[in-house]
């Protein structure tokens, strides 16, 4: 009886607490601090302080809720709590190497695949409930989008379940704790030549799914008012910004495991996790979000089926072929 | 102040409203108020696409009789607490175009205003102390 409390206990903790929850949830907020002040240094701005996101998040809380009348009122408000859970969920998922090992029963790779592609649907359901057009817009945008860099996704997390399964004799392995195991033994993927088209398929995924410019374009705040956020208000704009922080997090993560995992055991693994973590954040999302402004819907989804996809797909083909 | 009262000060978001402005006011706004000279994000602010995250609303121009229902539901839909700022001379007097037959009239007989910027346009520096200005009424209505 109290062997599977106690597991309950430390799966709750893993899913609310740490990596999970308010962990990520602190880490992505920093890391949204970051990306703002170097943003801002960029443009030879001051900037906002480090906790900008944070006070943000304080002052939503305390704003009113306003729900439109021809929103369906359910769906509106349950959009953003389903983000905001699938995102916590997900990085409670994802091992922190020499830190953390995530409960099998939790789930593996393709249970992230499924929980990745909550918050975008939650976006599309918040953007459809609440009756405005431009939500309408964003909604179509957004699922556009999603269409166009799943399959990237899709094929790169297929390379690096199969290099590790073939490696250790199977076919496919989809625990990340054995993806992290293998690379920690034999090195990490980032130093194989033949896995680099798979990371920069990865490379270029992960700011269209994070909602960053230049694919920033369901929520484009200067041509469709932001889209499927446009009616929110308070509390629930909140939760919103909570799931993109999370989001940042898990994503980021993801990267770092599939590709990278090398590190110390205890502490320092964690403080050489958080960091790397910073400088994918810093160098891919803000250097190139400053850089470049938006694509049109139509570029991206031309952009992603061509050069993403074709480099995700060569990757898979040299690691079947090289087996 | 409580802590959380302190701290949530500290993200006043911006919206524009253009009340048949000649946009001069607009582009001192858009540009000069935001641009690294004067760079108003280091107070926390952020300009916002949609009224619903508002917080501290600029309204420019003189309140034209086509636009006027349209300001007024616009202001409406943000959500409590907010602070409005007239910026130009336009929405506290009219300026230039106050006797023209297509203008309703000074902004404050439809809407409460709280700071008012003058100038046509105003200097980048008068925009960002009556930014300032509107924290400190924004502080005491959080």
Same mark, same amino acid.
């Given at each position: 009886m109290s062997a599977p409390m106690s597991d309950l206990f430390s799966l709750l903790f893993a899913i609310l607490v740490f990596p999970g929850g308010l962990f990520a949830l602190c880490f992505g907020l920093v890391l949204k601090g970051l990306d703002r002040r170097l943003a801002a240094r960029l443009q030879r701005r001051v900037g906002p302080p480090l906790l900008q996101p944070l006070f943000d998040l304080v002052k939503l809380a305390r704003k009113r809720t306003l729900v439109p009348d021809i929103a369906c009122k359910p769906l509106f408000l349950a959009a953003p709590m389903a983000g905001c859970v699938s995102m916590a969920l997900a990085a409670a998922l994802i091992p922190i190497p020499g830190v953390y090992d995530p409960d099998p029963l939790l789930g593996d790779l393709l249970v992230v695949l499924y929980l990745l592609a909550v918050p975008a649907v939650a976006l599309m359901i918040a953007g459809s409930a609440s009756g405005s057009s431009y939500g309408a817009i964003g909604f179509s945008r957004e699922m556009a989008l999603m269409l166009a860099y799943e399959g990237p996704l899709l094929m790169v997390l297929a390379t690096v379940a199969v290099k590790t399964g073939l490696a250790q004799g199977g076919f496919v392995t989809f625990s990340l704790s054995e993806i992290v195991r293998y690379q920690q033994e034999h090195g990490a993927?980032?130093?194989?030549?033949?896995m680099w088209p798979a990371v920069l398929a990865f490379l270029a995924f992960f700011p269209a799914n994070l909602g960053i410019?230049?694919?920033d374009i369901p929520e484009a705040e200067s041509e469709v008012l932001e889209g499927p956020l446009l009616e929110y208000s308070g509390p629930p704009l909140g939760l919103f910004k909570v799931m993109s922080a999370l989001k940042a997090v898990v994503v980021l993560s993801l990267g770092v495991v599939l590709f990278f995992p090398t590190a110390p055991d205890g502490a320092a693994g964690l403080l050489v996790h958080l960091l790397k973590l910073a400088v994918l954040s810093l160098a891919g999302v803000t250097v190139l979000r400053t850089a470049i402004g938006r694509m049109r819907i139509d570029q991206a989804v031309l952009f992603y089926l061509k050069w993403p996809e074709a480099l995700a797909i060569a990757g898979l083909a040299a690691v079947l072929a090289l087996a | 102040m409580s802590f959380i009262a302190r701290i949530s000060q500290r993200s006043p978001w911006l919206y524009r409203i253009n009340a048949g402005s000649c946009n001069g006011c607009d582009v001192e706004l858009a540009t000069t108020a935001c641009i690294p000279r004067y760079d108003v994000e280091r107070l926390g602010c952020q300009y916002c696409g =949609?009224?619903?995250?508002?917080d501290i609303v600029l309204i420019t121009g003189p309140l034209t009789l086509r636009v006027k229902d349209k300001v007024l539901r616009l202001y409406e839909e943000i959500p409590d607490p907010k602070v409005t700022v007239a910026v130009g001379i336009c929405p506290i007097s009219?300026?230039?175009?106050?006797? =023209?037959?297509?203008v309703a009239g000074a902004i404050d007989r439809y809407l409460p205003v709280d700071v008012n910027v003058p100038g046509c346009p105003p200097r980048p520096q008068a925009i960002i102390e009556g930014i300032a200005k509107a924290i400190d009424v924004w502080r005491e209505r959080l």
């Amino acid at each position: 009886m109290s062997a599977p409390m106690s597991d309950l206990f430390s799966l709750l903790f893993a899913i609310l607490v740490f990596p999970g929850g308010l962990f990520a949830l602190c880490f992505g907020l920093v890391l949204k601090g970051l990306d703002r002040r170097l943003a801002a240094r960029l443009q030879r701005r001051v900037g906002p302080p480090l906790l900008q996101p944070l006070f943000d998040l304080v002052k939503l809380a305390r704003k009113r809720t306003l729900v439109p009348d021809i929103a369906c009122k359910p769906l509106f408000l349950a959009a953003p709590m389903a983000g905001c859970v699938s995102m916590a969920l997900a990085a409670a998922l994802i091992p922190i190497p020499g830190v953390y090992d995530p409960d099998p029963l939790l789930g593996d790779l393709l249970v992230v695949l499924y929980l990745l592609a909550v918050p975008a649907v939650a976006l599309m359901i918040a953007g459809s409930a609440s009756g405005s057009s431009y939500g309408a817009i964003g909604f179509s945008r957004e699922m556009a989008l999603m269409l166009a860099y799943e399959g990237p996704l899709l094929m790169v997390l297929a390379t690096v379940a199969v290099k590790t399964g073939l490696a250790q004799g199977g076919f496919v392995t989809f625990s990340l704790s054995e993806i992290v195991r293998y690379q920690q033994e034999h090195g990490a993927y980032l130093a194989d030549p033949w896995m680099w088209p798979a990371v920069l398929a990865f490379l270029a995924f992960f700011p269209a799914n994070l909602g960053i410019a230049p694919f920033d374009i369901p929520e484009a705040e200067s041509e469709v008012l932001e889209g499927p956020l446009l009616e929110y208000s308070g509390p629930p704009l909140g939760l919103f910004k909570v799931m993109s922080a999370l989001k940042a997090v898990v994503v980021l993560s993801l990267g770092v495991v599939l590709f990278f995992p090398t590190a110390p055991d205890g502490a320092a693994g964690l403080l050489v996790h958080l960091l790397k973590l910073a400088v994918l954040s810093l160098a891919g999302v803000t250097v190139l979000r400053t850089a470049i402004g938006r694509m049109r819907i139509d570029q991206a989804v031309l952009f992603y089926l061509k050069w993403p996809e074709a480099l995700a797909i060569a990757g898979l083909a040299a690691v079947l072929a090289l087996a | 102040m409580s802590f959380i009262a302190r701290i949530s000060q500290r993200s006043p978001w911006l919206y524009r409203i253009n009340a048949g402005s000649c946009n001069g006011c607009d582009v001192e706004l858009a540009t000069t108020a935001c641009i690294p000279r004067y760079d108003v994000e280091r107070l926390g602010c952020q300009y916002c696409g =949609s009224p619903k995250h508002a917080d501290i609303v600029l309204i420019t121009g003189p309140l034209t009789l086509r636009v006027k229902d349209k300001v007024l539901r616009l202001y409406e839909e943000i959500p409590d607490p907010k602070v409005t700022v007239a910026v130009g001379i336009c929405p506290i007097s009219g300026g230039v175009f106050r006797n =023209s037959y297509a203008v309703a009239g000074a902004i404050d007989r439809y809407l409460p205003v709280d700071v008012n910027v003058p100038g046509c346009p105003p200097r980048p520096q008068a925009i960002i102390e009556g930014i300032a200005k509107a924290i400190d009424v924004w502080r005491e209505r959080l």
